[in-house]
């Protein structure tokens, strides 16, 4: 994520005109607790719709759901310097980020007699520095202050001070004027987009030689490296409108 090519501060998201990736750094401040803080999943993690028959039904999986697992969706207010927004944590990360999945925290929870419907442990992590991806979606633009879904995140202190936002480093333009708009290559539920794309061999080996320790910079050059080709086949790469 360190080299993903849109880094930017809060304030910058709100400039933003169209769907993209965005990496960013921020301090999480508390959990949006008016949103809840999972969802009745089907073991796919999609949320499964009532039929009108009263049935329970995955439209991913197409099938009748019998039983559901609880799955986090957590809503968190951030912040930087320059500004404040609410991102979401969904199931993956969010059992990362908390270190332990949400039926564990629920099953917590009744142990200890918990009568409160929040579990204290989410705001555990507040004042909790970590870099994110963050997927701008259309309805992001259109209301600003809506959530924005968290498709990969970092807390790993060493990598956090590395960051720079794109601008602080003007020497690497060589990646940077790969504008990549990556709709087509996004899955819809937010939560799984990268660990559904398959990175291409010689773009692993490549990044392996640079001897870096962080699996998420091959994602993230992976993405690059995957969408390049596209771009050539639509042509006029001088056409696309450069950010800044
Ligand atoms: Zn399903």
Redesign the pocket.
């Known amino acids: 994520m360190l080299s993903f090519r849109t880094r930017i501060p809060l304030c910058e998201i709100a400039k933003l005109d169209q769907e993209c990736d965005i990496v960013t750094k921020v301090t999480i401040q508390k959990c949006e607790t008016l949103y809840g803080w999972f969802y009745d999943a089907?073991?796919?993690?999609?949320k499964?719709k009532y039929q009108s028959n009263g049935s329970l039904k995955?439209t991913?999986?197409d099938?009748d759901?019998l039983m559901t697992i609880p799955k986090y969706k957590v809503h968190y207010k951030v912040y930087d310097d320059t500004g404040k927004c609410s991102i979401i944590f969904f199931d993956r990360h969010a059992t990362e980020l908390l270190g332990k999945s949400a039926s564990k925290m629920k099953e917590n929870m009744q142990e200890e007699g918990r009568n409160s419907t929040i579990p204290k442990e989410l705001d555990e992590i507040a004042g909790k520095l970590v870099i994110v991806k963050l997927k701008i979606k259309s309805h992001n633009i259109k209301h600003r202050t809506s959530s924005i879904g968290v498709t990969q995140f970092c807390a790993d202190n060493n990598l956090i001070k590395k960051f720079k936002y794109s601008n602080q480093e003007e020497s690497t333009a060589s990646t940077s004027n790969i504008r990549t708009i990556s709709q087509e290559n996004v899955i819809e539920d937010g939560d799984n987009t990268v660990s559904k794309l398959t990175t291409p061999p010689e773009a692993y080996t490549k990044q392996k030689t640079l001897g870096n320790d962080t699996p998420i910079v091959y994602e993230d050059l992976g993405l690059v490296e995957i969408c390049t080709p596209k771009m050539n086949s639509t042509k006029p790469l001088k056409n696309i409108k450069k950010e800044k």
């Open positions: 089907c073991p796919c993690d999609k499964p995955c991913k999986c099938k759901v």
